[in-house]
């Protein structure tokens, strides 16, 4: 009897984990941005002076679709691991990177916390340093797919400590409060 999977169950393994690990973390990206009402349209951030590297909006749509895709087959690749050394922890860091990931939306844009949210970032990218390399004894494949995600909070990193120089006194400020009135 040979205990090891034969080419096909492995791919078998990573197909069935990617189908569900993939769709699952771009639906709790997605849920964590619109729950917090992340960008254009929430009051408080279009009130905000907007640093010159400021992005067009649409680039962060396409851009943390693209992330969370990577970032869901590079988990279904170390989960698809099965039996592999160091697995277990590999998994659990990305779990604690991603909960910050989440996290930060509601932070910045629910909370109105530029200051908190930069303190999030940095975290993150510290847990995402740490995923990177347990992700690259397991799968170096997978590690590699967490690099664009790496480069990208580094940037958001940047982007939200120009907001918060930018902006200083809105820092856990009310946002304006819209009225719309209608006459009867």
């Known amino acids: 009897m040979n205990p090891i999977a034969s080419p ?9 984990w990617s189908l569900v690990l993939v769709p699952l ?3 709790l990206g997605f849920v964590s941005g619109k729950v917090a009402a992340s960008g254009p349209g929430n ?4 009130a905000l002076a907007k640093p010159g590297i400021y992005p067009p909006p649409i680039t962060f749509a396409i851009v943390w679709t693209l992330l969370y895709v990577m970032m869901g087959f590079a988990l279904a690749l170390i989960c698809a691991a099965r039996g592999a050394r160091g697995r277990g922890p590999a998994v659990i860091a990305f779990a604690v990177q991603f909960v910050l990931n989440l996290a930060w939306s509601p932070v910045f844009f629910a909370m109105h916390q530029m200051t908190g949210g930069l ?3 940095g975290l993150m990218v510290t847990a995402v340093i740490i ?3 347990l992700f ?3 799968r170096p494949v997978a590690a590699l797919l967490l690099a664009p995600y790496l480069a990208w909070i580094c940037f958001a990193s940047y982007l939200n400590f120009a907001f918060l120089q930018l902006n200083p006194d809105m820092d856990g400020a009310e946002g ?3 009225v719309e009135r209608f006459e009867i």
């Not at 096909?8 to 069935?16: E, I, T, V």
């Not at 009051?43 to 279009?46: K, L, Q, Y």
Request: hydrophobic letters at 70%; proline letters at 4%; a positive charge.
């Open 136 to 138: 690259a004894r397991v």
């Open 25 to 27: 973390i771009v639906l």
């Open 131 to 133: 995923t990177i390399l």
């Open 8 to 16: 096909a169950q492995l791919r078998a393994s990573l197909l069935r």
């Open 119 to 121: 303190i999030v970032l």
């Open 176 to 178: 304006p409060r819209a």
């Open 43 to 46: 009051a408080w951030f279009d």
